[in-house]
């Protein structure tokens, strides 16, 4: 697998988990997934629909979430310091983990990236854990024709099938729900 560090000859195809819940929440997601959009070196591939999660390991009000998907020559670190500055764009301060936020905006995959870099790891460590960022992201890929990456291999059933198993089974756990368009 190519290092995190390298630079890009081709565009690889990165996915992004978007999330917000202080202020105006869908402002908020449709002006970030503009400026992802906008990025150099960058084409948008969509996104999924949007979802209510509750916040996880602190209080506060609901997060709408959504994934993203863009093709990118962006090395990763470049990658993830614009999706930095596009959240300080909207006034997101980061207090303590898992705090409140105007916007959060995650690598989650960068096709067959592997990073154990403390500043990106990738695949997200996470990923297999959230309904939020699952859901989201095996709806995008039906959307795309299956041209995303998944977080395979998955322990048990390494195919869409098992990943869309576990997203439900979290779905219910986290009381995940897909708001509709």
Sequence with gaps: MPAVTEPLAAPRRAVIGLGANLGDLDATLDAACAAIAALPHSRWLGVSGRWCSRPVDSSGPDYLNAVAAIETRLVPRELLAALQAIENAHGR??????????????????????????????????????????????????ALGGALPLPLPLPGRADRAGLQALADRLAREQGLERRPD
């Design 93 to 142: 301060e980061r207090p303590w983990r898992n705090a409140p936020r105007t916007l959060d905006l995650d690598v989650l995959l960068i096709d067959d990236l592997a990073s154990d870099d403390p500043v990106l790891l990738l695949p997200h460590p996470r990923l297999l854990e959230r309904a939020f960022v699952l859901l989201p992201l095996l709806e995008l890929h039906a």
